[in-house]
């Protein structure tokens, strides 16, 4: 798993670098430029405090002793060891509530049918993963919202599995063609921005509001404010733009081509 480098932010360019060490601390670290050792040297501070205090957490894969998921977390809370291990803890405890280990192809086969949402084949232009929305077959009065939510998880542990080391975020794409009043859900829209932010920080890069109707303005403006900087990802834009800026003829999606 590749990540970012944390950045020596607020100094002029030419200004003088300072002998004073940089400080190895979890308050400190955020403004330091680390090497792989100094950035392994945290990731094991994060993981013997979590099976210090958090021994009841479980361990493997996205769990308390996974070295990729904290290197992840400690880049995501700017090498503050504290923040990390909090967020962290939440994100391990939320997969176990949520039963991520029962998330099959099988669970999710009848909502999934609907299809509302898939991750597509093919990557865009740039290489990224892509989550499909159909907001048009979405139907909060009809189907049920806890089938809604293991789906959308589901869809994004698997466009995850697609991620490379070139390659660390996601591409969403909504396609709000044919959005009515009774497709509208801005609990579902919340719970997945939330979802991003909390479990699966830093891993979607932008989202296309396609074609947005009229309709969809005063929702979008009901939950902007909740997404926070989230909302910075949003592009409204036009299936044109989908076919021209984002795929080529061959990887474009098949509800596009029309």
Not at 114 to 124: I, Q, R
Request: glycine share 4%; net charge positive; proline share 5%.
């Amino acid at each position: 798993m590749a990540l970012r480098s944390c950045h020596n932010l607020g100094r002029p360019l030419f200004a003088p670098l300072s002998k004073a060490p940089c400080r190895n601390s979890k308050f400190f670290v955020k403004n330091c430029s680390f090497d792989p050792t100094q950035s392994h040297k945290l990731v094991l501070e994060v993981k013997d405090k979590l099976e210090r205090d958090y021994n009841s957490l479980p361990v493997g894969k996205n769990g308390r002793d996974d070295e990729d998921m904290i290197l992840w977390f400690l880049r995501d809370r700017k090498f503050s060891v504290d923040e990390a291990v909090s967020k962290l803890t939440k994100a391990i405890r939320w997969r176990q509530d949520f039963g991520m280990s029962e998330l099959t192809e099988d669970s999710v086969k009848s909502i999934a049918g609907t299809g509302k949402a898939y991750v597509h084949d093919s990557f865009d232009v740039y290489g990224r993963p892509v989550l499909v929305v159909v907001a048009s077959k979405h139907f909060p009065d009809v189907h049920d919202p806890v089938e809604d939510q293991k789906l959308c998880v589901f869809l994004i542990e698997k466009a995850m599995a697609k991620l490379t080391p070139q390659k660390e975020k996601m591409l969403g794409i909504v396609d709000l063609r044919g959005f009515k009043t009774a497709n509208a859900d801005i609990n579902f829209l919340t719970f997945l921005f939330d979802v991003f932010y909390y479990y699966y920080p830093k891993r979607l890069d932008q989202v296309l509001f396609v074609d947005a109707p009229f309709i969809f303005r005063p929702i979008w403006q009901l939950t902007k404010p909740l997404l926070k900087s989230y909302a910075s990802l949003v592009r409204f834009c036009s299936v044109e733009t989908i076919r021209t800026e984002y795929f080529t003829e061959q990887t474009l999606p098949a509800n596009f081509r029309d």
